[in-house]
């Protein structure tokens, strides 16, 4: 995680537990997506994709604040493991809880999502950007 200022964002119970749970998924039916995911959100192995998943699932789960980076990379890796079954948890995420799960989404895509979040995981993937 990083060292920037920590942001509190006052979510829910299910928002929480949606966020928990996706990431959690990249340890099971999406266990693969690292390798294309690894460095999107900053990450160079799969040691420090595993480190910081669990940091954010722990920080989550507690209820601690996190750094705007941070919040854009929980919020970005819930949506994928929530939406892709190519990269993600997709059909695998809690079959019949999709209706319920998604206004949970995007009620936390209110809370999290801004253009600004947007930029620091732009700038802080670890390979170049398309021009």
């Not at 941070?70 to 059909?91: H, I, K, N, Y």
Request: charged content about 25%; glycine content about 6%.
């Amino acid at each position: 995680m990083t060292d920037a200022q920590l942001v509190p964002i006052d979510l829910t119970d299910e928002e929480r537990e949606l966020m928990v749970l996706a990431l959690n998924e990249y340890g099971g039916p999406a266990k693969h997506a690292y390798q294309l995911l690894c460095s999107v959100v900053g990450q160079s192995t799969k040691s420090e994709w595993t480190h910081l998943r669990h940091q954010l699932m722990e920080a989550i789960e507690n209820k601690e604040p996190l750094s705007d980076l941070d919040w854009a990379r929980a919020l970005f890796l819930t949506e994928v493991s929530f939406a892709s079954d190519l990269a993600g948890a997709g059909l695998d995420l809690e079959r019949g809880a999709d209706e319920r799960r998604l206004g949970v989404l995007r009620s936390l895509q209110y809370k999290v999502s801004s253009h600004a979040r947007f930029l620091l995981l732009l700038q802080n993937a670890s390979y170049p950007p398309a021009e």
